[in-house]
């Protein structure tokens, strides 16, 4: 069975070095296969991109941790242009509580 997947930000992105992840962020450029974005509790990561374009201005990547502000993407999807980024961070707040650690996993 594999691990769950757990829903970071900038914060806890470092805890998972090499092991995939899901990141919810704003995409603020896009430049020969890098986008660089905004994680939901205001850090700067780069995402190297898959084959699949970026569009729209919020996505959810699934992606591996490379070092602690580069995740490599495996898959993501578009996410609306009025997504709420603070709610995410709160529910990536609660989802590390040792209280509720797994239940917001993949």
């Not at 992105?13 to 939901?40: D, F, P, W």
């Not at 850090?43 to 729209?56: I, K, N, Y």
Request: hydrophobic content about 35%.
């Amino acid at each position: 069975m594999e691990d769950p997947t757990p829903r970071v930000n900038f914060e806890t992105m470092m805890r998972y070095h090499g092991r995939k992840v899901i990141l919810c962020c704003q995409i603020e450029q896009i430049e020969n296969g890098q986008v660089r974005a905004l994680t939901s509790d205001k850090g700067q990561v780069t995402v190297l991109a898959g084959s699949s374009p970026f569009e729209g201005r919020f996505a959810e990547v699934l992606g591996t941790v490379v070092n602690p502000n580069t995740l490599q993407a495996i898959e993501h999807t578009n996410l609306s242009d009025n997504y709420n980024l603070d709610m995410y961070n709160e529910l990536v707040k609660l989802s590390h509580k040792d209280a509720y650690i797994g239940q917001f996993s993949t």
